[in-house]
């Protein structure tokens, strides 16, 4: 029977041959993988650990990662052994020193302004449901003045709401023209 081959990205391969991750739980993997590489494909955080386990289970099955469980499942340990470290060292020691400088510099600065796109396109968001709010609240006070008394904390609220976003929006502008990647 072939054994199927493994799907390891270059960037889990970094990671993993980083000093830090001889010993790690899923979750530092994860927070580690989307704090230097962003999210990728995935939607989400809880997407990119499935995507993660998913690449380290072949690991853990061929023997290049042993995994050790304390009970429940936060407490599972994956650790590097020496077979990982000889195997996929050399792939890695193959590579061009500045290639791979220049990778590490350009893949976290991409993620980082692809996450803060993100996080801009999530205020706009946020943003226009906070202007709708007021909208809708200024309204009903016109329609139902009786209850004005109700209505004017909650108009309030999302009017201070507002102008936060406002700020987290403006912050984030800035950030991105500095850089030179606005939208």
Request: glycine residues 4%.
């Amino acid at each position: 029977m072939k054994r199927r081959k493994l799907k390891v990205t270059r960037e889990l391969l970094e990671l993993l041959s980083d000093a830090q991750f001889s010993e790690f739980k899923m979750l530092n993997l994860r927070d580690s993988f989307e704090s230097r590489y962003g999210l990728g494909e995935c939607s989400n955080s809880s997407e990119l650990r499935k995507w993660l386990y998913r690449r380290i289970l072949p690991l853990v099955k061929r023997g290049y990662l042993i995994k050790t469980s304390q009970g429940d499942e936060q407490a599972v340990v994956y650790q590097i052994n020496d077979q990982f470290k000889k195997t996929f060292q050399l792939h890695c020691d193959a590579d061009e020193p500045k290639k791979k400088a220049e990778s590490m510099k350009a893949a976290p600065e991409n993620s980082q302004i692809r996450a803060l796109s993100s996080k801009l396109s999530q205020y706009q968001v946020d943003m226009y449901a906070c202007a709708g709010e007021c909208k809708e609240y200024q309204q009903l006070a016109v329609d139902y003045p009786h209850l004005r008394d109700q209505i004017e904390p909650m108009y309030r609220s999302a009017r201070e709401r507002s102008s936060e976003l406002m700020g987290q929006l403006r912050a984030i502008n800035n950030l991105l023209e500095q850089t030179g990647s606005a939208k």
